[in-house]
């Protein structure tokens, strides 16, 4: 089966110490998952050694960086490269998150460079793609989406794209509480995999877990993960909430 993932992006939220005592609430649920099920955190750079050793010794739950730079070291005051990420241990990467395409000016072609340097580290990229309303409004939202894959990722070999994880993010449905419905989400996932298939062919595309991200809650969790093309979720505010996240890692097929 596909890898199924809860991955929580915490933004820029909590303290180290609101940081440490949610994981340690969530780990203290001892949620045991399956082989092929992850749960991963995506938390602020300063965080990212204190949430590796915490996840540590759980099985199949990891410590993923929020971000990294689109290049390699030198004078970027304020960056973190993904070799810094790698000496760290950390084996995920969220990159092309909308909030930093919009306020940080990301674009497809800066993100194509930050995929390639995270898999010449060793880190997977989650890496996110979604519409704004405006495109959803016009139902041009497709091409939209497939022009982000084609931009970011289709330079990639086949054997590296087949280890990404996508997370689809429409971004009218982020930190909203608007989520799109059952249909939406299951529609343009299969679209999005139809897309990877026709340029690398049936079986990459079936090997790479699609999320959905947007208002994920622990009550829409499980229907959403239903979907056959919905391959978990890439969960913002709630997953902020100790018992709210439980509920979504436990609601992964
Ligand atoms: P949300 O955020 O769950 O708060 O909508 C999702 C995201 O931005 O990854």
Same mark, same amino acid.
């Given at each position: 089966?596909?890898?199924?993932?809860?991955?929580? !992006?915490?933004?820029? !939220?909590?303290?180290? @110490?609101?940081? +440490?005592?949610?994981? %340690? %609430?969530?780990? /203290?649920?001892?949620?045991?998952?399956?082989?092929? @099920?992850?749960?991963?955190?995506?938390?602020?750079?300063?965080?990212?050694?204190?949430?590796?050793?915490?996840? =540590?010794?759980?099985?199949?739950?990891?410590?993923?960086?929020?971000?990294?730079?689109?290049?390699?070291?030198?004078?970027?005051?304020?960056?973190?490269?993904?070799?810094?990420?790698?000496?760290?241990?950390? &084996?995920?990467?969220?990159? $092309?998150? /909308?909030?930093?395409? =919009?306020?940080?000016?990301?674009?497809?072609?800066?993100?194509? %460079?930050?995929?390639?340097?995270?898999? =010449?580290?060793?880190?997977?990229?989650?890496?996110?793609?979604?519409?704004?309303?405006?495109?959803?409004?016009?139902?041009?939202? !497709? %091409?939209?989406?497939?022009?982000?894959?084609?931009? /970011?990722?289709?330079?990639?070999?086949?054997?590296?794209?087949? &280890?990404?994880?996508?997370?689809?993010?429409?971004?009218?449905?982020?930190?909203?509480?608007?989520?799109?419905?059952?249909?939406?989400?299951?529609?343009?996932?299969?679209?999005?995999?139809?897309?990877?298939? $026709?340029?690398?062919? +049936?079986?990459?595309? &079936?090997?790479?877990?699609?999320?959905?991200? $947007?208002?994920?809650?622990?009550?829409?969790?499980?229907?959403?993960?239903?979907?056959?093309?919905?391959?978990?979720?890439?969960?913002?505010?709630? /997953?902020?909430?100790?018992?709210?996240?439980?509920?979504?890692?436990?609601?992964?097929?």
């Amino acid at each position: 089966m596909r890898k199924q993932i809860a991955a929580a !992006n915490w933004k820029m !939220n909590c303290t180290f @110490q609101q940081g +440490e005592k949610l994981l %340690d %609430d969530i780990l /203290s649920a001892e949620i045991e998952l399956a082989s092929h @099920q992850l749960a991963i955190f995506a938390v602020p750079y300063p965080y990212l050694l204190m949430t590796r050793s915490e996840v =540590e010794e759980e099985q199949n739950y990891y410590v993923a960086a929020q971000n990294c730079h689109d290049k390699k070291f030198g004078a970027y005051t304020g960056e973190v490269s993904a070799a810094m990420l790698h000496s760290m241990n950390v &084996n995920y990467c969220v990159i $092309g998150h /909308s909030e930093r395409r =919009e306020y940080n000016g990301e674009t497809n072609a800066m993100l194509a %460079d930050k995929v390639n340097l995270c898999f =010449e580290n060793f880190i997977t990229p989650l890496f996110c793609c979604g519409e704004p309303l405006n495109i959803r409004e016009a139902g041009t939202q !497709n %091409d939209y989406v497939a022009v982000q894959l084609k931009e /970011s990722l289709f330079h990639l070999p086949a054997d590296k794209i087949k &280890n990404i994880v996508i997370a689809y993010e429409p971004i009218w449905a982020i930190g909203t509480g608007k989520t799109a419905s059952t249909e939406q989400a299951q529609e343009i996932h299969q679209y999005l995999r139809s897309v990877i298939a $026709g340029q690398y062919g +049936e079986a990459v595309a &079936n090997e790479i877990p699609i999320l959905y991200g $947007g208002s994920v809650k622990a009550n829409n969790a499980k229907e959403l993960f239903s979907c056959a093309d919905v391959d978990g979720g890439l969960v913002g505010g709630a /997953s902020l909430v100790a018992a709210d996240f439980i509920e979504i890692i436990k609601a992964l097929k």
